[in-house]
């Protein structure tokens, strides 16, 4: 059996950052190794390294706007904290039911906790649009969904998106028509789609340079299985 030593984050540089934002109100580094500890491990792509990710995009977006720190980091923390390939289209809600919980249990204000489950529920964009929520959502919120979609992008998106459809055991490719969840290249050609689609404009600059790694992967994968 392999032990995977547990890493201490309040040591990481965007941990430490955040840090300097956040209130006196909480025991932060007690939550982040918490929440560290109990974020999937069994699906690399939304272990924690993903959370780390998306707090990177999401610190570098809030300067743009005037932010609620604590709340963004909680959101961001706790969005994906239970994601597996069965349920992942519905893991913002399982997510959500356990922040909850968790938050409960450390006492956090009914109101900032309902706040922060309705976030959790809304960074699946499919959710929001099947409830018409898109004029509800706040500026956190935003940048958590865009943060979350700018780590599915460039190099590292192709890695997770790799590891979804390893564990999915869907075929490479059936045809160029191939969707969501029939193969590989389906879900390729589904990050290719979503590449462009954000909802800050300086998400969409952020984006530029891994919106283009996406496109030419999808070329060159659709040239050598097409033949
Ligand atoms: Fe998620
Ligand atoms: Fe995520």
Redesign the pocket.
Known sequence: MIFVKDVDYSENRIIKKYLQKLSNKHDWKKIISVVSKKVNKNLKS?DFNHIINVLNYSYKLSKFYKVDYDYLFLIIIL??LN?SIENLKN??LV?AKEAKEFLYKLSFEKKLINKIVFSIKN??RSYTFKHNYLNKLDIETKILCDS?RLDSLGSIGIIRMTEISIKQNIPYFISRNDKLNQSYYGNFKWLEKISNNFYLKESKKLSKDKSKIIKEFNKIFLKEFNN
């Open positions: 939304h969005h994906d994601v893991h913002n997510s960074h699946v979350d």
